[in-house]
């Protein structure tokens, strides 16, 4: 198995994820539409809905950023980075996911891990009345998105690796590495 059949395992995985993150983004544009529609013409209105949304929304920042990452829409300072060749780039897509993408990623997972324990521990649901129990299982995208953000960061080093030793790169356009 060579680095750029594992880099492009690892990015088919992140394209399903943001796949998901697309769809669960219709699904909250259709809730706030049911929503809004229930409140004005119903007269109803349900607290778990309401919080459904922003659960949605966290969910769909926190995978959509993995995505998004993979794609290259992420911020970065572009004014070093353009002036430089293909293999300057490339060295330094290698260091900034070995060296900040994916130690923060890694260890901010990590950090919030305890914090999906202690909602589990203690049973967390939404101090609303009516509002959604399993607090805990919303607080586990925390770390699963930065371990996601991790393993996109080793895929990125593994591209950025393949291409420095002359293999083909493992996604036909990865704007990250243009």
Not at 81 to 95: H, K, S, T
Not at 137 to 148: H, M, Q, R, S, Y
Not at 150 to 163: D, I, K, R, Y
């Amino acid at each position: 198995m060579t680095i750029a059949t594992i880099a492009r395992g690892m990015d088919a995985l992140v394209m399903r994820i943001g796949r998901v993150s697309a769809w669960l983004t219709l699904i909250l544009v259709l809730l706030v539409a049911a929503n809004v529609l229930a409140r004005y013409f119903l007269h109803m209105s349900s607290i778990a809905t309401q919080e459904l949304e922003w659960h949605l929304l966290a969910v769909i920042a926190m995978l959509g950023s993995v995505y998004t990452l993979q794609q290259g829409e992420h911020v970065r300072v572009d004014i070093l980075y353009q002036r430089y060749g293909e293999v300057v780039r490339r060295w330094f897509d290698l260091a900034v996911a070995l060296l900040l993408v994916v130690p923060l990623g890694v260890w901010l997972a990590m950090l919030s891990w305890d914090y999906v324990l202690y909602a589990y521990n203690i049973g967390e649901r939404s101090p609303e009345a009516g509002g959604l129990p399993y607090r805990f299982l919303l607080k586990a995208v925390i770390p699963l998105g930065f371990a996601l953000i991790a393993l996109q960061g080793v895929s990125m080093a593994l591209s950025a690796a393949a291409s420095l030793l002359g293999a083909r790169s493992p996604v036909p356009v990865r704007a990250y590495a243009t």
